[in-house]
């Protein structure tokens, strides 16, 4: 079983919509990671703020990569957010994935997303079910 | 006040990411819109499938544009989606947006994406926050 | 493998806190389901309408009913609900529970609760796990 | 404006749901409560388990008491929960809210549920709108 390094070099290095999104992984630990990208023109909407498309799939590859950390392939079965600040250009966006509960056949994540002045941004909650094949 | 369509047009064609998407509007009326788009080499994850970004944007962008088009600026408080099927390279993805419920501060609405064989992608509901701001 | 009325009636008659609720079923088909309870004082909350827990607990029974009664053992994974409307003491509740996905191993339903003047009083999204056991 | 505890004191005194639910105060402090209730035959549903609905209305209740405890009346518009482990009879069910986001308009609480052995029960987000009216 390889560990979480191994896992999400190799989920991120052929993810290519992360790599559009100029994902960066902070941290990885088991069950946890910190991933960051900044908010580019071609991010935003007609309001000038970034389109919540692109904080949601922040934190939709925080959860992936999290959640299959622990060597177990994992697929997403329900997500939610709720944007409570807008992201503007150039802004850094930051989301911590944290595990809030492992069963033996699901998970439960939560990433808070904030901005380079520790505002938070979106908060996001994402259940996966745990498969049986290993990474 | 505007109509649907002069607030659609008004809301895509300033909305960088929407473009980058490549999304068309096949139909709006008020409360109501069908949107599609085609997935890309750049839209796919690691495991060569659209990222849950790509239909979750699709969703939100479908969700603003309905909540909108009654002609009052509407900002999304909560959203969920489920994926319930993988997306593919060039699979053409089709989001219809309806109204669950429209109160006088706040609106929910249903957005279910598919693909060109009709099978359902995902399945998302969001709610706005009704401003007093017109369009 | 049982059906759909042999397995609710199975389920109903050793629920106990739908039988407190009163809930009686008005139609029950494979993945559909159709259940009413009248909102009684004990069912009030300190605003003298009925407790979010109500509609709630209404819907969560028809989402276990309409889940399994396609003959396997459903567990429920993440449920979400807006109350979009305040009951009062003596409404007739009604649940119509439908089928918006069924795929292999996980099931998406939805639940609309209104009221006896056909208004909408909340709004609910269940994902249930599909067991291997049969009814 | 009343402090938290005479909110709590004013809006369960007439909660007879809540009531019946046997909810008692722990700890209440602006933005934050913990509430204790203990599972009753006639909480349990036909599998011999704490029906979902009990778990929801706690944590219902939870949020009502923490987003109103600032002074300002709240009402909830859209509530999730995970149900992660079956409570059993005679179970005691503690449910810790606190305040993940407080906007001018919006609060955004999560709600955890454990039993009398510190196990998850469940997971619960609610999104409140804040109304102008004082308590």
Request: net charge neutral; charged share 20%.
């Amino acid at each position: 079983m390889k560990n979480p390094q191994e896992i999400i070099h190799l989920m991120l290095s052929k993810d290519a919509f992360s790599n559009w999104l100029g994902i960066e992984v902070i941290e990885i630990t088991e069950g946890k990671c910190t991933l960051a990208c900044k908010v580019t023109e071609s991010m935003l909407n007609g309001f000038d703020i970034a389109h919540g498309g692109i904080s949601y799939s922040l934190s939709d590859s925080a959860l992936a990569f999290a959640a299959n950390s622990r060597g177990f392939k994992c697929v997403s079965i329900e997500t939610s957010i709720s944007h409570t600040r807008a992201a503007k250009l150039n802004d850094i966006l930051t989301a911590r994935c944290t595990e809030l509960h492992r069963g033996r056949t699901t998970g439960i994540y939560q990433v808070i997303v904030s901005d380079q002045h520790n505002k938070t941004v979106s908060l996001f909650k994402g259940t996966v079910k745990i498969l049986d094949e290993i990474w």
